[in-house]
């Protein structure tokens, strides 16, 4: 079951990791760009274009990602382990856009797009992933899309949270009920799982999980499935899209699942 993720702290948080004198050629430096983000942390990648961020939110287990300067991160370590049928523990993701009001540079940070602007094309993104699986682990591999009713917030959205599920793991699902089933959009096909309405005060959640799971994407119109929930009533054309994220959802375990690049295109 999905749940808003709390605020971070408003700092960047940057953990420069020291390099190991191995005197091959190349390691030194390669070693002096990673980092280590624990619990709850956050770091500006791409010349500050995204934010990689590990947002232990319900658990204080030890947990950790491994992060360079792109949008690139593995979970280093993950003794979390909550029920899976509550609240994930962590949700370390890259993003583009604002979260809880920090933002990354440029892009939807700068313009939040109007929901009624999202013509087919306006925002596409490419993700590929590694997903190992261990016996015991449960973690989902999902976008977090938010929409807000107004361009700017300083805290939690408060119109719609649209995920997409490529994959998960374990006995989890998502928040909320089941909808629809087998609904293409695009050239994908999705069951969808929503918790309200788009006249909710507190937002809601709506979930479109892959029929077949993927361990990457290309082209995936973001505007596209926001329309579906347009057309469904969860969400509403004179809203704004804030921020794209794409992490993984953890509720036990999850060491090694990594992001192997992300990029979302706004024209």
Known sequence: MIRAHSALASAFV?????ASATGLAGTSSAAASMRSLCHTASAKVDGGSY???NDEYASSASECLRVGDSTAFSVSRSAIANPTDGTPGAYPSAYTGCHWGSCSSGGLAAHPLPVSALSPGTVTTDWSTAQPYHQREAYD???DIWVN??????GASNGSEIMIWLNHRGPVQPAGREVARNVKIGIRHYDVWSTGSSTASHGNTISYTLTSPHASVEGLDIGKVIGDAVARGYTSPSWYLISVEAGFELWRGGAGLASKSLAVHVK
Do not use: F, I, Q
Request: aromatic share 6%; charged share 20%.
């Open 14 to 18: 940057l953990l420069a990791a020291s």
């Open 141 to 143: 591999v999902a976008y």
């Open 149 to 154: 009713r107004t361009p700017r917030t300083s």
């Open 51 to 53: 934010v990689v961020e």
